[in-house]
């Protein structure tokens, strides 16, 4: 890219190819190539560029000789090659001249298309590489102005108007010494020369395209690994049992980015057994992701106080085509909300059942030290509670937990309180007996 590479440098890669457009955001320097953050759009490509000028043309053959070759296959493939032309041409001159003799029913298609006129037919096209460019500089973290190199991959980046999207986006000329339809396969070569160890001097260090994580109570999907992080990575969560005298957890292995475990894909189950019997919430269960440079997924849960340990291997959890990608990401965004309002039922019910489970242990606890008043007290509180779930009011169910939480405290207090205070006269019996 005719950098120093002693130094570390930030490039955005355009890559806009027949069928897809891709963002990629690399860090550069001392022969590692670091990605920071992909994107793009698995929908857009030179292919639409063409379109737009087979169906300008169609229109204007409509227009001058009333036939319509919308339903003429031999037709249209005519025309798809002199579109694609067309598009080349104006790469380099500002008029390009159409003619296709004979195309049907033995008449000739005859016209001329200027390069305003195409930027006009394609300008929506062009605003659809806007955002997934700004989505990848918002993930990397970085400000266009932080760019140092725009490298522009695929022949439709010859399109002047691309170029010119460059300059107005992201402020920098783009950079043009490399053959956009060579690159992608020089870059394949240096990746198959470090693989089987013939180039020894690059590293490419890449991101996983979208979060893993596990299913937790209720069918919430708690993230461990976030997109876009810099593979080899580790990273682990300590999470805990959902029902009383739990003796095996179901680890299930997600990847996606919506809120709800129904929403992503399943990359596998395992179970951690032999839970010592204890109270919901009281065990402490890591788990543990761990993505090797091969992209191999290593999931392992350990329970803290048994030292008990059980994991699997997925290999390559990442390689979902772009499409896959594209679509996940894209939903992730339409039902964001919903998801959101949904998860926090969710976590309201769970927060309300814990509560009430542990009003019921203060209850069992102290059955033989509270008054009777003050257990109905607590038993009233819990069908308040019951009654503000039912009515899906969430403004009215956080003020009856809140009440009841705050009785339930003050009677574990009390309960507290009085069996210390039993204790210190069991102890001071004994010791008047000892003489101390």
Avoid: C
């Avoid at 001058?64 to 919308?70: M, Q, Y």
């Avoid at 694609?84 to 296709?100: D, T």
């Avoid at 509180?381 to 003020?399: M, N, P, Y």
């Amino acid at each position: 890219y005719g950098l120093d590479m002693e130094d570390i440098h930030t490039i955005l890669v355009w890559d806009l190819g027949g069928g897809t457009f891709d963002v990629s955001i690399l860090e550069l320097g001392e022969g590692v190539f670091e990605v920071k953050a992909v994107n793009g759009n698995t929908n857009l490509g030179g292919d639409d560029w063409d379109q737009r000028i087979m169906d300008y043309l169609a229109q204007q053959f409509k227009e001058k000789e009333n036939i319509d070759l919308g339903n003429d296959r031999v037709a249209l493939q005519k025309l798809k090659q002199a579109s694609e032309k067309a598009k080349i041409e104006l790469s380099k001159s500002y008029v390009a001249e159409i003619r296709i003799p004979f195309i049907s029913d033995g008449k000739t298609l005859q016209a001329k298309l200027t390069r305003d006129k195409f930027n006009e037919l394609t300008k929506d096209l062009l605003q659809k590489m806007v955002g997934p460019t700004k989505q990848a500089l918002a993930d990397a973290e970085l400000k266009p102005r932080e760019i140092d190199r725009v490298v522009l991959v695929g022949g439709s980046t010859r399109m002047p108007a691309v170029q010119e999207l460059v300059r107005n986006l992201l402020g920098k000329e783009p950079y043009v010494k490399i053959n956009p339809d060579e690159v992608v396969a020089i870059g394949a070569a240096i990746q198959a020369g470090i693989l089987t160890g013939q180039v020894r001097d690059v590293v490419l260090i890449d991101v996983i395209p979208l979060s893993l994580g596990i299913e937790t109570q209720g069918g919430i999907f708690s993230k461990i690994i976030e997109r876009n992080t810099t593979i080899p990575t580790s990273a682990g969560h300590i999470f805990t049992t959902a029902h009383d005298n739990q003796t095996e957890v179901d680890i299930h292995v997600l990847q996606g980015e919506r809120a709800l475990a129904a929403g992503n894909i399943s990359l596998g189950h395992f179970q951690l057994k032999d839970i010592p019997l204890a109270r919901r919430g009281e065990p402490q269960i890591e788990v543990t992701f761990d993505i090797d440079q091969n992209g191999i997924l290593n999931v392992s849960a350990h329970d803290l106080y048994t030292g008990n340990k059980k994991s699997v291997q997925i290999k390559s959890p990442g390689k979902l085509s772009d499409e896959e990608i594209k679509r996940m990401l894209e939903e992730s965004q339409i039902y964001a909300e919903q998801d959101e309002k949904r998860k926090e039922e969710i976590q309201i019910n769970i927060g309300v059942e814990n509560m009430i489970r542990a009003a019921q242990v203060v209850m069992e606890d102290g059955k033989d030290i509270l008054y009777q008043s003050e257990l109905d007290e607590v038993e009233r509180k819990i069908l308040e509670v019951k009654g503000a779930l039912t009515s899906g009011d969430s403004q009215k169910i956080k003020l009856k937990t809140d009440e009841l939480k705050e009785k339930v405290k003050a009677l574990d207090r009390k309960i507290k309180g009085y069996r210390r205070q039993n204790i210190n006269d069991k102890l001071q019996i004994s010791n008047d007996k000892l003489g101390f």
